[in-house]
């Protein structure tokens, strides 16, 4: 699984500093090839701090580990002067062990971001020649070859961060701006930059972090924001699609009752994306239905709760942007000393968390889907949306690929962080399965866009077949942004493309761009 990642000329320059950095500032090195530069107070803080280790590491000093000794259950080994500098090059050859398939370079991007953000804190003990090699790949987009597995998610993502690290050093793997792999040294020169002789502890520092998980939830994160709001609408399509009704959407019937704030903003947002609609007054001119099934009327409790998840994910994504992570650390007053920062259990459990979210958003969606091919629940619509009932099968087997993509998230909601098993000769004998988790949620998040997509085509078809009955102005603006691309109501043809075509305005963002034009902006 690769991706390339091009420049846009409108991104300025991304400033690391000691403090940090925010989640947009990820995204866009991450996604959109954004520059970074090291601010000058923190190359001096960095300076300053390299200072301690140097004086850890000169000879006479006690043994202090991952200074002057080996690593892991080797701990207690003491390492020569003379023999540093392959330590630390052994260190990192030895744990770029990856295998599987490539991740996604938007993944190593933030990886090596996040690993340079840590870097630059000020409390790792590199060079500044570390931190500014490793912007400088992202700045000339040479991307490192990262594997699927190699990752436990404790002692940081090892594996991941040893294949970046190696590239610093002029070895391993690693792809040009282009996407192509190249020769690592050719790729540097190229880029004018120099490989690294990684000195006393920067082997270590380059390697002991969370920041594959880290940089993975940010990217969950940003998508499922999106995502719940298109669930929304997809939502508001289907009420109109099935005839349903939007009293249960009312301000009073949320947060006065149940103050659940994802809820509230659930129900305001499809509540907004309904209104004006003459199909919801023909429902209720009618007044035939009291209540609508719970894949209607539940709808802003699901996605509310979603939507709940996702905030409080945000607020661990915050809190572990805001760390600085490696082992041993040092302190303020020049201390090194050892700790268990590097465990990834916060961000692995919140990873997990969105991958159960995200499947039950899928699995209420894909409810919603079937009920509106069902000629005995559909209230009046043609079987399966088929043109020709019996020549044609309509959207049949687009549930079908529904339903497979949510067994598939359910399976994916099962939780990594609950896994662990033992390594480095029983001295890391738990960890956090964060990577995995990562990865898991990574699919999930596909798949829910895909689901939806689903719904998009379904819903639109159903509301078209609806005529001469109109859809709200919002709903309508959503459909004619579909209808570029795909065509209406008609005979079976090749669905496939249709699905992907969906699924690519969903991902452009342009569905929900042409809706807040009516609505404002969702919440």
């Given at each position: ?10 991104d ?19 996604r959109?090839?954004?520059p970074?530069q ?5 190359r ?6 390299r200072?301690?280790?140097?004086a ?17 259950a080797?701990?207690?080994?003491a390492?020569a002067?003379?023999?540093r ?6 260190l ?11 991740v ?5 991007r ?16 590199v060079?500044?020649?570390?931190v500014?090699t ?12 990262v594997?699927?597995y ?8 090892l594996?991941?961060?040893s ?6 050093m ?13 020769p ?41 924001d ?21 009293t ?23 509540l ?9 007054a023909?429902v209720?001119?009618?007044?035939s ?10 709808a802003?409790q699901?996605a509310?709760?979603?939507r709940?998840?996702i ?5 661990v ?5 805001a ?17 268990g ?15 159960v979210?995200?499947?039950d ?15 005995s ?13 019996g ?9 079908y690929?529904q ?18 098993i033992?390594?480095?000769a ?16 990574r699919?999930?998040v596909?798949n ?10 379904t819903?639109?078809r ?10 709200s102005a919002?709903?309508?603006a ?5 209808r ?10 090749f ?19 042409a ?7 969702l919440?």
């Amino acid at each position: 699984m690769t991706s390339t990642t091009a420049r846009t000329a409108d991104d300025s320059a991304i400033t690391l500093s000691t403090s940090g950095l925010s989640a947009a500032d990820v995204l866009a090195v991450a996604r959109r090839g954004a520059p970074v530069q090291l601010d000058a107070a923190a190359r001096e803080e960095v300076v300053r701090v390299r200072a301690h280790i140097d004086a850890l590491a000169a000879p006479g000093h006690a043994p202090v580990y991952g200074v002057s000794t080996g690593f892991g259950a080797l701990a207690d080994t003491a390492i020569a002067p003379s023999m540093r500098h392959a330590l630390q090059r052994s260190l990192i050859r030895s744990h770029a062990a990856g295998a599987g398939p490539e991740v996604e370079t938007e993944v190593v991007r933030a990886l090596m971001l996040l690993r340079a953000r840590t870097l630059a804190s000020g409390r790792t003990g590199v060079r500044p020649v570390v931190v500014e090699t490793m912007l400088a790949l992202l700045n000339a987009q040479i991307t490192p070859i990262v594997h699927e597995y190699g990752s436990l998610g404790c002692s940081g993502d090892l594996a991941p961060l040893s294949h970046c690290a190696i590239v610093l050093m002029g070895e391993g793997r690693a792809r040009d701006h282009d996407g192509t792999e190249r020769p690592v040294p050719e790729l540097l020169a190229e880029a004018g930059i120099e490989p690294v002789l990684l000195e006393e502890k920067e082997g270590l520092a380059l390697i002991n972090g969370t920041d594959g998980m880290l940089g993975m939830l940010l990217m969950a994160i940003a998508d499922l924001d999106e995502l719940v709001r298109t669930a929304d609408l997809t939502t508001a399509l289907t009420v109109q699609g099935l005839r349903g009704r939007d009293t249960v959407f009312r301000p009073e019937l949320h947060a006065p009752l149940r103050p659940h704030p994802g809820q509230e903003a659930s129900a305001a947002n499809i509540l907004a994306l309904l209104e004006g609609s003459p199909i919801i007054a023909d429902v209720a001119a009618e007044g035939s239905r009291v209540q609508d099934a719970y894949s209607l009327r539940c709808a802003p409790q699901v996605a509310g709760g979603v939507r709940d998840t996702i905030e409080h994910a945000r607020t661990v994504a915050e809190r572990e942007l805001a760390s600085a992570i490696d082992n041993p650390v040092v302190l303020e007053d020049g201390t090194v000393t050892s700790n268990g920062n590097f465990h990834g259990a916060p961000v692995a459990y919140v990873l997990d968390f969105l991958a159960v979210v995200s499947a039950d958003l899928a699995s209420i969606a894909e409810r919603r889907t079937d009920r509106m091919l069902d000629r005995s629940r559909s209230h009046g619509l043609p079987p399966f949306l088929a043109d020709d009932p019996g020549v044609d099968s309509g959207f049949m087997i687009a549930q079908y690929t529904q339903a497979a993509m949510v067994s598939e998230m359910k399976r994916l909601a099962v939780p990594a962080s609950v896994d662990s098993i033992p390594s480095s000769a029983m001295q890391e004998d738990h960890v956090s399965m964060g990577w995995h988790a990562a990865r898991k949620l990574r699919t999930s998040v596909e798949n829910l866009r895909r689901v939806l997509a689903i719904e998009l085509l379904t819903a639109s078809r159903a509301i078209d077949l609806r005529a001469p009955l109109e859809p709200s102005a919002a709903s309508a603006a959503a459909v004619e942004v579909l209808r570029r691309t795909v065509q209406g109501p008609g005979p079976d043809r090749f669905l496939a493309p249709d699905i992907a075509e969906a699924e690519a305005r969903l991902l452009d963002g342009t569905v929900l761009a042409a809706v807040e034009e009516v609505t404002g902006t969702l919440r």
